[in-house]
């Protein structure tokens, strides 16, 4: 089995999609050869991995994040079992100019961990991540992509 990354599937199925993004591009290929794509998008910060502690815990100062993720993460499963297969995450964060800008890298983690076992079967699925931000005024917000990658058979 071969795995291919987005820009080898938008070059084999390149005329799929003409004139639209590419995330509508992957989306489309994903249902043509019935491959999983979950989408969501939430408003407020995201939960950010803290290594002193684990943002799982109720506890924790991200936990109510942790729940408003998995809150829109269910809805977007519509109760759909967690993926087994390798996956790619994209996520794009819109970050409002009154707060502080998060480390990207412990927001990834964070994400990834609080979509174990409701998106994902195990977050050592992934092997593709995206990530982009970018500055609003009015508020935060993220939208996270998740969908199977494709294999040769």
């Known amino acids: ?12 199925f390149g005329n799929l999609g003409k004139g639209k993004s590419m995330a509508r591009q992957i989306k489309e290929i994903c249902a043509a050869i019935d491959k999983a794509w979950i989408e969501f998008t939430v408003e407020g910060l995201p939960p950010s991995y803290d290594p002193a502690s684990s943002i799982m815990n109720p506890r ?25 297969r390798l996956i790619a995450m994209e996520i794009f964060y819109g ?12 927001m990834i983690g964070g994400i990834a961990n609080a979509l174990q076992g409701i998106v994902y079967k195990d977050d050592n699925l992934i092997r593709e991540v995206y990530y982009r931000e970018w500055y609003t005024t009015d508020k935060d917000i ?3 992509i998740v969908y199977e990658l494709a294999l040769e058979e």
């Open 95 to 106: 970050i409002n100019l009154g707060n502080p800008r998060m480390d990207a890298v412990n």
């Open 60 to 84: 924790h100062r991200h936990y109510p994040r942790v729940q408003k993720l998995q809150a829109a993460a269910k809805k977007a499963m519509a109760g759909n079992k967690p993926l087994t």
């Open 142 to 144: 993220y939208k996270i």
């Open 1 to 12: 089995m071969r795995l291919f990354n987005n820009l080898q599937l938008k070059l084999i």
